[in-house]
Nanobody, 121 residues
Framework: QVELVESGGGLVRPGGSLRLSCVASGFTLDYYAIGWFRQAPGKEREGVSCISGSDSSTYYATSVKGRFTNSRSNAKNTVYLQMNSLKPEGPAVYYC??????????????WGQGTQGTVSS
């Protein structure tokens, strides 16, 4: 059974950092790209970053480029999203999702339950 479990959310002040983890089980992480998404209250879910399953190429939304770093440890079945210089955007739920293959342009086929992060002073 495919499962993705996020953790690492919390309350942080503007300019601070959070490190999210996405632990995968039930499949071989190496073969899949993993995307990170976030959804703020009343807003649509947006893509934040993706890391491919082949060469671990990373892609970022313009709004987070230079501040967020996406990485993976296939040995630990875990993908990480290091978020630095966080902006005061309030609460958002961060999700990781498995893409349906190696590449980040593929559709998502499994989602985690999400972890909430709040950036507020």
């Amino acid at each position: 059974q495919v499962e993705l479990v996020e953790s690492g959310g919390g309350l942080v002040r503007p300019g601070g950092s959070l490190r999210l983890s996405c632990v995968a089980s039930g499949f071989t992480l190496d073969y899949y790209a993993i995307g990170w998404f976030r959804q703020a209250p009343g807003k649509e879910r947006e893509g934040v970053s993706c890391i491919s399953g082949s060469d671990s190429s990373t892609y970022y939304a313009t709004s987070v480029k230079g501040r967020f770093t996406n990485s993976r440890s296939n040995a630990k079945n875990t993908v990480y999203l290091q978020m630095n210089s966080l902006k005061p955007e309030g609460p958002a739920v961060y999700y990781c999702a498995r893409q349906s293959g190696y590449g980040c342009l593929l559709s998502e086929d499994n989602w985690g339950q999400g972890t909430q992060g709040t950036v507020s002073s």
